[in-house]
């Protein structure tokens, strides 16, 4: 046999040893969107409070795709505590956490008249 017929078992070999190389490494670091971290919301009052409240549990992406008045993120708030177990916020806290929804995430006006809406649009 000739010496260059081992070549394919040379390269598997290597690929072989260089992956288990890879799991002794640990494991892979927590995927981390970029788009969640705090400093990237909007700034103002009570950013930091929202922020670390509402991606206890899932992205802020979830919330910052909302449009809501103020009522109506008071209602999704109750919504998180009644259904999903978030911590019952009230008084001062809830007001400041409010505020920030209703300021940096009103009502969006074109997509909650309703209707065909083109994507490609310009906004
Ligand atoms: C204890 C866990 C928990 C916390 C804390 C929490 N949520 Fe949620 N939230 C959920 C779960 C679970 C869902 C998805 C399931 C669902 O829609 O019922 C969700 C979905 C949502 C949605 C999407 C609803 C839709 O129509 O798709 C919005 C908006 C939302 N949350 C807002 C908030 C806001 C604002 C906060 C912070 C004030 C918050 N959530 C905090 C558990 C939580």
Same mark, same amino acid.
């Given at each position: 046999?000739? +010496?260059? &017929?081992? *070549?394919?078992?040379?390269?598997?070999?290597?690929?072989?040893?260089?992956?288990?190389? $890879? /799991? $002794? $490494?640990? !494991?892979? !670091?927590?995927?981390?969107?970029?788009?969640?971290?705090?400093?990237? *919301?909007?700034?103002?009052?009570?950013?930091?409070? /929202?922020?670390?409240?509402? =991606?206890?549990?899932?992205? &802020?992406?979830?919330?910052? @795709? %909302?449009? *809501? =008045?103020?009522?109506? +993120?008071?209602?999704?708030? =109750? +919504?998180? /505590?009644?259904? #999903?177990?978030?911590?019952?916020? %009230?008084?001062?806290?809830?007001?400041?956490?409010? @505020? &920030?929804?209703? =300021? #940096? #995430? !009103?009502?969006?006006?074109?997509?909650?008249?309703?209707?065909?809406?083109? !994507?490609?649009?310009?906004?």
């Amino acid at each position: 046999m000739r +010496w260059f &017929y081992w *070549l394919p078992m040379l390269a598997l070999a290597a690929s072989a040893s260089s992956a288990s190389a $890879q /799991t $002794q $490494q640990g !494991p892979a !670091p927590a995927f981390t969107p970029k788009d969640e971290r705090m400093e990237d *919301l909007p700034e103002g009052p009570g950013r930091d409070e /929202t922020f670390g409240l509402c =991606t206890a549990c899932h992205g &802020y992406r979830l919330v910052s @795709n %909302q449009g *809501l =008045t103020r009522d109506k +993120w008071d209602e999704t708030m =109750t +919504w998180m /505590t009644e259904r #999903h177990g978030m911590p019952d916020i %009230q008084g001062a806290d809830r007001d400041l956490i409010l @505020n &920030y929804l209703a =300021t #940096h #995430h !009103p009502p969006k006006a074109p997509a909650r008249a309703g209707g065909f809406r083109n !994507p490609f649009a310009p906004q």
